[in-house]
């Protein structure tokens, strides 16, 4: 299984950006998927999930500003992100979840993406 994230940049504070995450290989289209961020010096911490029957959940830190989504004919999971703040800035990985729904059992990652939000 390999999972491709991709979409990084540099934006300016309150801009948008989306991020992708083609997957490939043995993976069922149907697992949960979720994405992550990493910033300099703190743990990683989940940004989007997203089961695979497309319900989503977001940390009050992201809700209403990003919106992950998912084609599962294309397995690729997208984050769309809105409204960015210079505290978004981090490593942005997509993970696959173990299950269907979702138990925030990650067993395969992609290498990240980085995204830094300018002031």
């Known amino acids: 299984v390999q999972l491709q994230a991709s979409g990084g940049g540099l934006v300016q504070a309150g801009g948008s950006l989306r991020l992708s995450c083609a997957a490939s290989?043995?993976?069922?289209?149907?697992?949960?998927m979720g994405w992550h961020r990493q910033a300099p010096g703190k743990q990683r911490e989940l940004v989007a999930a997203?089961?695979?029957?497309?319900?989503?959940k977001y940390p009050d830190s992201v809700k209403g500003r990003f919106t992950i989504s998912r084609d599962n004919a294309a397995n690729t999971v997208y984050l769309q992100m809105n409204s960015l703040k210079p505290e978004d800035t981090a490593v942005y990985y997509c993970?696959?979840?173990?299950?269907?729904w979702g138990t925030g059992n990650y067993d395969y990652w992609g290498q990240g993406t980085k995204l830094t939000v300018s002031s």
């Open positions: 997203i089961s695979g029957a497309g319900t989503t």
């Open positions: 993970a696959t979840d173990k299950s269907f």
């Open positions: 290989g043995s993976i069922s289209p149907f697992n949960a």
